[in-house]
């Protein structure tokens, strides 16, 4: 089973945000994934991250995997496939639709002292919103 780490984050909220993306592959492969998103609200960019991760399943024909997160709004988004905010549903809508391509999908929150990795790499995702000339 593949592990994935997901963290959205954002420098504002709404403000410029990235997601983060960390594979531990079965043979102790790792790979690393950073996806600058533009403006929107953190809970927006914690979706956005769960999207991309899945999405990168796809892609890379990864069926069984155990996705992880320290966002409880989007595990429990998934886990009960229902959130009370609307401005949500268009992308848990999403995220179900691209979970049923996979043959097993597992999520699981975890605390953030365990999702450093994603966290950072979503920070770096930031970053690449940003222009040269605002660096």
């Not at 979706?47 to 155990?66: D, K, P, T």
């Not at 429990?76 to 848990?92: E, F, H, I, Q």
Request: one cysteine or more.
């Amino acid at each position: 089973m593949i592990e994935i780490y997901i963290d959205g984050a954002s420098a504002g909220d709404p403000g410029l945000s990235g997601a983060g993306v960390y594979v531990k592959v079965g043979n102790g492969t790792t790979h690393s994934f950073r996806f600058p998103i533009g403006t929107m609200s953190n809970h927006e960019a914690e979706f956005r991250a769960l999207i991309h991760g899945l999405e990168l399943c796809i892609e890379n024909n990864w069926r069984i995997v155990s996705f992880r997160t320290d966002s409880q709004a989007v595990e429990s988004a998934m886990d009960k496939k229902y959130v009370k905010d609307k401005r949500y549903t268009n992308m848990l809508e999403e995220a179900i639709d691209l979970s049923e391509k996979l043959d097993l999908f597992f999520i699981k929150w975890i605390p953030s002292k365990q999702n450093k990795i994603a966290d950072e790499l979503a920070r770096q995702a930031i970053q690449l919103n940003k222009r040269p000339s605002d660096v």
